[in-house]
């Protein structure tokens, strides 16, 4: 027969109580982490420029004079090799603006752009007026950085990371 008044007893039901509520509370830690790393995982995937997203170089905006990135570029309609150079202070001098196309499989040159100013160089290595380019991914956030962020003037936002919110709207 159980005496409810034993003091032994009750101390033994106190402990494996305290030792559930401890493992419940593990376990729920566990969940919430697990969830969070799954959506983390799932947002690494998405990092870094979209389709449609625009870098717009407008001449009237201030820019570093530190900035001298040249990057290479490939025509989208020619063979291997450079076809041109992207010069951030000549596109930022003319006036210009980049539109992402598509993301291509290509491991060095990742992106799909269509370029659309004045001219993107001075001299030979010019891209043109207008020209289809497979540019570097991260060229393309340093052509980026150099415009002030992704979007068109007067709605230019630098959001977190690569992607804006203007671009996705």
Known sequence: MVNRRDPTIRANA??????????????????????????????????????????TFDPLRAMSRDMRAQLPAIAAEGGPGVAC??????????????????????????????????????????????????VNPEDIDILAMAAGGFGVPGGNTTSSFWHSVAAAQ
């Not at 493992?23 to 983390?40: E, F, N, S, Y």
């Open 14 to 55: 106190s402990k494996s109580s305290g030792v559930g509520s401890i493992l419940l509370g593990i376990v729920a830690v566990a969940l919430a982490g697990m969830v969070g790393t799954v959506g983390l995982i799932n947002q690494v995937g998405e990092l870094g420029p979209k389709v449609g997203d625009i870098v």
């Open 85 to 134: 150079v992207l010069d951030v202070r000549t596109m930022h001098t003319s006036g210009g603006s980049l539109i992402i196309e598509a993301r291509e499989p290509r491991a060095s040159f990742g992106y799909r752009v269509h370029w659309a100013g004045e001219r993107s160089s001075s001299g030979g290595t010019d891209c043109g007026s207008s020209a289809d380019l497979f």
